[in-house]
């Protein structure tokens, strides 16, 4: 299946952003609408932290467990997950770009290691489903670090 890519651009600089979302629990505050029951473990951010979470579906419970795999600070870090009783493997990529005004272009995209065969024949309404659900984290976590710059 084909990567899905979604984008975001904030006036926070790259470094503030990287701080960020590199702590990998405060990424359930902005995918809380699809990824639910968080627990944390290892450590709180950078390579090796891990969380287990919830995918929000109809039907069965599908737990998702998630380990950062890669870190380049300030300009990505790299998640992989493993899902639906081990046949989806994703690997998650955020990767920030200064803007000339000093803020940030925040890309991320999720691309498919292995999926579900019915998945890979639904693979369009998979895709959109999942291009929304990230494009309205992002929106979310560009209205997080917004509320963080009014608070300081």
């Known amino acids: 299946m084909k990567p899905v890519t979604v984008s ?19 990424h359930e ?16 951010s ?14 069965r419970d599908d737990w998702l467990d998630m380990e950062v795999i890669e870190a380049d600070p300030p300009r990505s870090t790299t998640e992989e997950s493993v899902s639906a009783k081990g046949r989806r493997r994703t690997r998650g990529t955020y990767r920030l770009e200064p ?24 693979s369009p309404l998979t895709r959109s489903t999942v291009r929304r659900a990230n494009a309205k984290a992002l929106q979310r976590l560009a209205d997080t670090l917004a509320e963080q710059a009014g608070g300081r």
């Open 8 to 26: 975001v651009d904030v006036p926070q600089p790259r470094e503030q952003v990287y701080e960020y979302i590199d702590v990998l629990g405060n």
């Open 29 to 44: 505050g902005f995918t809380d609408h699809f990824l639910l029951d968080w627990e944390l473990s290892g450590p709180a």
């Open 46 to 59: 950078g390579v090796g932290a891990k969380a287990r979470m919830r995918v929000k579906t109809p039907g």
């Open 99 to 122: 803007l000339p005004d000093g803020g940030t272009h925040i890309i991320f995209e999720l691309a498919w290691i292995e999926a579900p065969p019915m998945e890979r024949i639904a």
